[in-house]
């Protein structure tokens, strides 16, 4: 399973990030939370700040391109195989920057992908 970290995660179920979250879990996906305040969705984790994290897969984000500046570094610093824009969050900035690193970008739906088999 991939190991994903959610970027604006919360524990408020009406939001994106927290049902990314859960189905990332009911899928088997071991899933790391990124957000604005500590707490949990699903049994997993949601951290504040930018923690050393290693082994990542996908990063996910669910947050606006106004926010990418602040967190482009980090999440290229990650390594991961992937990082996926949802909708509303593309930006051809970070995503050719993260290409020249050799790290995979998608504008897709992590909802959608998880839904039809293709995560």
């Avoid at 996926?84 to 920057?97: C, H, L, M, R």
Wanted: hydrophobic letters at 40%.
């Amino acid at each position: 399973m991939k190991k994903t970290v959610v970027i604006g995660a919360s524990e408020n179920p009406e939001r994106y990030a927290f049902k990314a979250m859960t189905s990332l879990k009911k899928h088997g996906h071991e899933v790391i939370g990124l957000g604005l305040k500590e707490g949990e969705v699903a049994g997993s984790m949601i951290l504040t700040g930018k923690p050393e994290l290693s082994g990542i897969d996908t990063v996910t984000l669910y947050i606006g391109p106004a926010k990418h500046p602040e967190w482009m570094d980090y999440l290229i610093g990650l390594k991961p195989k992937r990082i996926i824009f949802n909708p509303g969050t593309e930006n051809d900035e970070f995503a050719s920057k993260a290409s020249k690193q050799g790290i995979e970008c998608i504008e897709a739906c992590t909802l959608v992908m998880l839904s039809i088999g293709n995560f």
